[in-house]
């Protein structure tokens, strides 16, 4: 399955963690079920009434659950709404859901490291790549590393990702830069380079899981309905930027309007209405769908004219990335601190990344939900 994952190059590697946008186009097969534009009609959240548990798990917070309208329109002729249809986020549907909790915050260095003490959890990043899993690779290209962002000194075509990634051996979450690099002093920060198998081995050891596609939107629109961000319809509220994202000139000039011309210590920025930070930008997070770009239109159409219940995403085998074929991915949510209103603006609540399985990076992480306790009677 992850075969041609990391081509240690770093191509497939790179794409998969990366914006649609970047991603070359495919020769091989064409997209299966079309991803027609609809007319989408966002209907106003309906959250449950259930009373909240108490306690509170540590960190986590409360999501109602209940009804709401997933997906998101054409973006391109809002201001500010990037260049990109997000076909793949239609057609707008409604969604039912039970309550659940959420982390807060994406998981932190600090909270990775206490996963690590305690199990001797060794990541993706820091496996030496297997030659049977890489054919063609040379020995020194399986060696243990991940990708990093590595930003041309001058402006450059958006067309190709590989112009400002590049694969670092000895790059993982405790060298999020490179073997040189260190996360000391950054106990706060999202942890990085994070493969879908190491969010969710954590997640397990936790006594957590990865949330749901819908689940990972129903919270990020904290109730709101159809607004283009998790806190409104404007980029920025009263000249305050609400999210870690990119400003300036990407991918060689970065303004640093936002306060962070990199990653930010969690809950740098404002909670959106559920009290969760970040669901925008920062770093992109696993979901545990697997992804297909006609996924919406799928489960409206098995769930006829009524509401599709606690959609759980395709099967692998049947997980399907025109821009790849033939490698089966999860679902990414939120963009990350290099999503810019140029390029890839994937913080927009209601739109969809992917990644292949094996793929970390310095802008991916993650966090976790807990199904909700029952309720004492
Ligand atoms: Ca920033
Ligand atoms: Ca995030």
Redesign the pocket.
Request: charge should be negative; proline fraction near 5%; hydrophobic fraction near 25%.
């Given at each position: 399955m992850i075969k041609s994952l990391r081509q240690l190059a770093g191509c497939v590697l790179i794409f998969a963690c990366l914006c649609a946008s970047a991603q070359p186009a495919f020769l091989a097969r064409k997209p299966s079920a079309t991803v027609a534009p609809v007319a989408d009609r966002f209907l106003p959240t309906v959250p449950t009434t259930t009373p909240v548990p108490k306690p509170a798990p540590s960190g986590m917070v409360w999501i109602p659950g209940g009804e709401f309208s997933m997906g998101c329109t054409d973006p391109r002729a809002d201001l500010c709404g990037g260049n990109e249809p997000m076909d793949d986020a239609r057609p707008v549907h409604r969604v039912a859901l039970a309550p659940f909790w959420m982390d807060r915050t994406?998981v932190t260095n600090a909270e990775f490291a206490r996963f690590v003490a305690a199990t001797g959890f060794i990541t993706f990043a820091e496996r030496k790549p297997r030659a049977e899993d890489y054919p063609g690779a040379t020995p020194d290209q399986l060696v243990p590393g991940s990708v990093v962002f590595s930003p041309p000194r001058e402006a450059v075509p958006l067309d190709n990702a590989l112009r400002w990634w590049r694969y670092v051996p000895g790059a993982d979450w405790r060298h999020p830069s490179g073997p040189n690099s260190t996360i000391v002093g950054h106990d706060q920060d999202?942890v990085l380079h994070i493969a879908y198998v190491d969010a969710a081995a954590y997640a397990a050891w936790a006594g957590k899981r990865l949330p749901t596609e819908a689940e990972w939107e129903f919270a990020a629109r904290g109730g709101l309905t159809g607004a283009r961000y998790t806190w409104g319809d404007e980029l920025t509220v009263n000249g305050r930027w609400m999210?870690?994202i990119w400003e300036g000139a990407f991918p060689h000039k970065n303004s640093e309007d936002d306060g962070f011309i990199g990653i930010a210590p969690v809950a740098s920025f404002p909670a959106n209405a559920y009290g969760l930070h970040?669901?925008?930008?920062?770093?992109?997070?696993w979901c545990s769908d697997w992804y297909r770009p006609d996924g919406y239109a799928r489960d409206q159409s098995a769930a006829g004219s009524g509401v599709v219940r606690d959609p759980r995403g395709p099967a692998e085998s049947e997980s399907f990335d025109p821009q790849e074929p033939g490698m089966p991915k999860r679902v990414q949510?939120?963009?990350?601190y290099l999503c810019t209103d140029q390029y890839c603006t994937r913080?927009m609540v209601g739109t969809r990344g992917k990644g292949a399985v094996d793929t970390g990076s310095n802008h991916v992480?993650f966090?976790c939900v807990r199904d909700a306790s029952p309720v004492a009677p």
């Open positions: 994406e999202p999210a870690n970040d669901m925008a930008g920062n770093v992109w997070e949510r939120g963009g990350s913080y992480g966090r």
